[in-house]
């Protein structure tokens, strides 16, 4: 079975520029998050779907972050414009439905804004 | 609201003497409990859970944790350490609508010396 698919794994833009992350989660996982990874720190979540509704959004920057997870399955993170501080690494993880399941990780993909 | 707090954001064992990973927990409800680990450069997997069933989980790697109510716990442990142990590790609550709004304590780098 393949696990979550993130693209691309590494992304170096100037501050100012957009840029976009895509995700694809494990076959029939209903739930899928995207969450941001400061270096030394533990994830946050900026965003949770289940299917294809964003039930958790509360921490995504709205000026600058948005995402969109059509049909219920690949899902895109972008941010426009980036800013220095937004330089991390994205990871998206997926779940399936029923009571304390765990989240399966992709690999995330780490930005650099210069 | 839910949070967690790890203890120790650096632990360091040497190579065949017993890790202590501390996390403490904050939860309304019945929480599930995870823990995860990172390695450089890799996703996170997860090492085990608690979700309501046994209090003492057992995970891979020889790894165990033990879920304490009473005293909003659930500590990571190993009797033996080993060089490949060395890396970041995540405790992790989560709580919600089927449980799955993940929320992650700041990590612990666990250190193994020779």
């Known amino acids: 079975e393949a696990g979550v698919v993130q693209s691309p794994r590494y992304k170096i833009i100037e501050k100012k520029q957009p840029v976009a992350f895509w995700c694809n989660p494990i076959s029939g996982h209903n739930t899928l998050y995207w969450y941001l990874q400061n270096l030394g720190q533990g994830p946050e979540l900026l965003i949770r779907?289940?299917?294809?509704?964003?039930?958790?959004d509360s921490q995504l920057p709205k000026d600058r972050f948005s995402a969109e997870r059509l049909k219920g399955v690949d899902s895109t993170l972008k941010i426009q414009p980036a800013e220095l501080g937004d330089s991390a690494v994205y990871l998206c993880a997926s779940s399936s439905d029923g009571v304390n399941t765990e989240a399966f990780f992709g690999q995330g993909t780490r930005l650099t804004v210069v | 609201a839910q949070s967690v707090t790890q203890l120790d954001s650096h632990v360091s064992v040497s190579e065949g003497t017993p890790v202590l990973l501390r996390c403490n927990y904050s939860?309304?409800?019945?929480?599930?409990l995870f823990w995860y680990v990172q390695h450089p450069n890799k996703g996170l997997q997860l090492l085990l859970k608690y979700t309501s069933a046994a209090t003492l989980v057992k995970g891979i790697n020889g790894f165990e944790a033990e879920f304490k109510k009473s005293e909003t716990s659930f500590h990571l442990t190993k009797p033996s350490a080993h060089m490949s142990d060395a890396a970041e590790y995540f405790c992790?609550?989560?709580?919600?609508?089927?449980?799955?709004?993940?929320?992650f304590g700041s990590g612990t780098r666990l250190q193994v010396q020779p």
């Open positions: 779907y289940e299917n294809e509704e964003a039930v958790d």
């Open positions: 992790v609550v989560s709580m919600g609508t089927g449980r799955r709004a993940l929320t």
């Open positions: 939860s309304s409800y019945s929480p599930s």
